[in-house]
């Protein structure tokens, strides 16, 4: 149900962000950074990976950046046409996996500070904050979870 992106999700990934992030546009005043992503230099670096229905349709992407003492969680998207399925809590578990498989500690993400149904949701995934600030004219809200 999950599998590493290919050459060719690039243009499903860049529609799924279209689609799950432009709601945010109006509330932040511009694009959110994932909408302008470089898909296919993620995919390239094996950074992403996308889940598909049990037709083999992708209905959404996380994107996971492993760093020297952590996984970045650095964008997670589920088309609006499957929302609700538990899709992004299941990205953004299998980003923890990832992570462990790789024995890295944690897992962090940044949110904007004005997608406020993130900021409840990251928290009763395990995630505790760790910082607020402006980075490349976004506010953010960061946090982290601790692997077991």
Do not use: W
């Amino acid at each position: 149900m999950i599998r590493l992106a290919r050459p060719e999700d690039a243009v499903f990934l860049q529609a799924c962000a279209e689609a799950a992030y432009a709601r945010y546009v109006p509330q932040i005043g511009r694009r959110p950074a994932p909408m302008d992503a470089d898909f296919p230099a993620q995919i390239a670096a094996g950074q992403v990976s996308v889940v598909e229905d049990v037709q083999g349709m992708p209905q959404g992407y996380v994107v996971c950046v492993p760093r020297a003492d952590h996984m970045l969680l650095e964008s997670v998207a589920v088309h609006p046409r499957a929302v609700g399925q538990g899709l992004g809590r299941l990205l953004i578990a299998h980003c923890e996996t990832l992570a462990r498989a790789q024995a890295l500690p944690e897992v962090r993400l940044y949110t904007n500070a004005k997608m406020a149904a993130n900021l409840g949701l990251y928290p009763h995934l395990g995630y505790r904050e760790t910082g607020r600030g402006v980075e490349n004219g976004f506010d953010r809200v960061y946090f982290a979870k601790a692997l077991a």
